[in-house]
């Protein structure tokens, strides 16, 4: 059962910010928020993770509200090799149970 | 390429017969995963090994579908008796076990096994 929900999809234009936005109102103390994103018939990609500080690597940035009910992915200058679906999944670190439950994701069309 | 390698990378099978996915994790990853995607779904668990040991097996895992891991290295999904409702991607990734600084605990997935069934 996923445990986050995303908007089914959004678009932004190519050369903008792209904000993608969560909501994992339920999420656990020892939760974290992770991102991945899975281009057309590919695996899916890691792009980031956190716990409750924000977050910014190569990819993008992931600023997760103080109360960590909810999160946002952003892609600072969206290119067309960007559009993909975009999965926010909350995820236990290590122990027993720390598989991957995708949803349905959010779909990123970058347009032009 | 140090990632995740699944081989074959497409497989076209008629009805009733056995199939057999190869995955060979990044190096020293001792836990390995398996998912099932169908067009227009999220990837879905199946199984996961922690080394040879597989701990945690989906329903959707039918008694025609086993996974091995012998040595905790590379794996196996196997099908036996496909059926058109076996079509899909199967993706397989891994992770180290314990959370390092270093290494972290982030799950990498390989490029998926399409199958179709016919």
């Known amino acids: 059962d996923a445990k986050t929900t995303q908007p089914p999809s959004m678009d932004c234009a190519e050369g903008r910010a792209a904000n993608l936005p969560c909501n994992h109102s339920?999420?656990?103390?020892?939760?974290?928020v992770y991102w991945y994103r899975q281009i057309h018939s590919q695996g899916p990609q890691y792009i980031i993770h956190?716990?409750?500080n924000n977050e910014t690597n190569e990819m993008a940035s992931l600023i997760i509200t103080e109360d960590r009910k909810s999160s946002t992915l952003i892609l600072p200058h969206a290119t067309l090799r960007d559009t993909a679906v975009y999965y926010c999944?909350?995820?236990?670190?290590?122990?027993?149970?720390?598989?991957?439950?995708f949803g349905k994701g959010i779909t990123l069309s970058v347009r032009p | 390429d140090t990632g995740v390698s699944q081989d074959p990378r497409h497989k076209i099978t008629k009805r009733g017969q056995n199939v057999t996915f190869r995955c060979d994790p990044i190096?020293?990853?001792?836990?390995l995963y398996w998912y099932r995607q169908t067009l227009g779904q999220g990837p879905e668990f199946l199984t996961y090994?922690?080394?040879?040991?597989?701990?945690?097996k989906s329903r959707l895992l039918s008694d025609r579908f086993s996974a091995e891991r012998p040595k905790g290295s590379f794996s196996t999904l196997e099908i036996q008796r496909t059926e058109q409702g076996d079509s899909a991607m199967y993706l397989c990734?891994?992770?180290?076990?314990?959370?390092?600084?270093?290494?972290?605990?982030?799950?990498?997935f390989g490029e998926g096994s399409w199958l179709t069934v016919v």
């Open positions: 990734a891994s992770s180290p076990q314990t959370y390092t600084e270093w290494t972290g605990n982030t799950i990498y």
């Open positions: 090994f922690q080394n040879e040991a597989q701990l945690e």
């Open positions: 999944i909350v995820r236990v670190e290590g122990g027993a149970n720390s598989k991957l439950t």
């Open positions: 190096s020293e990853h001792n836990r």
């Open positions: 339920t999420i656990s103390g020892n939760e974290y």
């Open positions: 956190g716990l409750k």
